[in-house]
């Protein structure tokens, strides 16, 4: 349960807070490696099902912009969770823990901005150093994708 609303939540923020990116390759880039876990099978099925969950509140949140399309897609995740209201309090938590990091961060811009935006939302995880080290990869493997891309004519 815990595992899915943490999961809901950040495909909640990373749904709402970055622009479109192309599709990963063959599986890289996922945040997760259902591989390692105890129980693959079972994480694959809840990542699937999460997917679903993202897919379907997408739809439902279509056509909204802003505070409205987040509001949107926060009740649309909640509502199909086991617990709606622990769902509810959960995403309040991040989305105050996101407000604390943007308050830290105010004045910096965009490296700066962006490093210290990871710094603060990481250190408010159970791992802050592994977080760091994924968003680290993150940025390197965005880094190449962007050096690789083919570069428009002008």
Aim: a positive charge; one cysteine or more.
């Amino acid at each position: 349960m815990r595992l899915t609303v943490t999961l809901a939540a950040t495909l909640l923020a990373a749904s709402t807070a970055l622009p479109a990116q192309a599709p990963a390759e063959s599986g890289k880039g996922r945040r997760f490696d259902c591989s390692q876990a105890k129980d693959p099978k079972a994480c694959e099925e809840r990542v699937a099902k999460m997917k679903g969950a993202r897919d379907k509140a997408r739809a439902a949140c279509e056509g909204k912009q802003g505070d409205e399309h987040r509001a949107c897609m926060r009740q649309q995740f909640c509502s199909s969770a086991k617990d709606p209201k622990a769902c509810e309090e959960h995403m309040n938590k991040a989305k105050a823990g996101i407000e604390k990091a943007r308050q830290a961060c105010e004045g910096k811009k965009a490296d700066a901005h962006r490093d210290c935006m990871r710094h603060e939302l990481c250190a408010q995880t159970k791992d802050p150093a592994g977080c760091e080290a994924k968003a680290k990869e993150r940025r390197e493997n965005r880094q190449q994708r962007r050096e690789s891309a083919p570069q428009p004519k002008g």
